[in-house]
């Protein structure tokens, strides 16, 4: 059957916006839903507070403000785990030694800076679904810095 997943390109992949939504067509995935904004730190911050004390939040939630992201609903059968498996491992590094074609190993740099990211649940799917289409407002820019 077909569930949803939730993927986000984040702002190092955005340059590469458009092989990434190549990858996710030729995988076999619909796009339900497409957002380009900004998040704020204080909106990135509450994207990722279940990482909230990692050593690398501060990083990461700086990183996910530096830039455009591009927010999706992907739809297509087993899309959770399909998804994650087409992202490859979060370090990139890694990714590039174990899953050269991922999409981390192509367009990726290191573990913070991992070009997408993926829901690991269909309850995280739904959450971070409405975290970018129903409970708040980004702003956006319709041109890259
Ligand atoms: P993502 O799939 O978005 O989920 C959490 C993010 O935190 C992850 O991708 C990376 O961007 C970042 N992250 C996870 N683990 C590490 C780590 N060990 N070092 C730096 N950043 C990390």
């Not at 957002?35 to 990722?48: G, I, P, T, W």
């Not at 690398?56 to 994650?84: H, I, P």
Request: one cysteine or more; a neutral charge; proline letters at 3%.
């Amino acid at each position: 059957f077909q569930e949803t997943t939730f993927a986000l390109i984040k702002p190092d992949g955005i340059k590469n916006m458009g092989r990434i939504i190549d990858l996710i067509f030729s995988n076999g995935f619909l796009i339900k839903e497409l957002r380009m904004c900004k998040l704020s730190v204080e909106d990135a911050r509450n994207f990722y507070k279940i990482h909230s004390g990692k050593p690398f939040y501060e990083a990461l939630t700086q990183f996910m403000a530096s830039g455009l992201c591009v927010a999706m609903d992907l739809v297509a059968e087993n899309a959770v785990r399909r998804w994650r498996t087409l992202l490859g491992p979060t370090n990139s590094q890694d990714a590039r030694d174990r899953d050269p074609n991922s999409i981390r190993a192509l367009f990726g740099t290191d573990s913070t800076q991992n070009a997408c990211h993926g829901s690991d649940s269909l309850e995280s799917a739904k959450q971070e679904s409405d975290f970018f289409f129903r409970d708040r407002n980004f702003g956006s820019c319709a041109r890259l810095e």
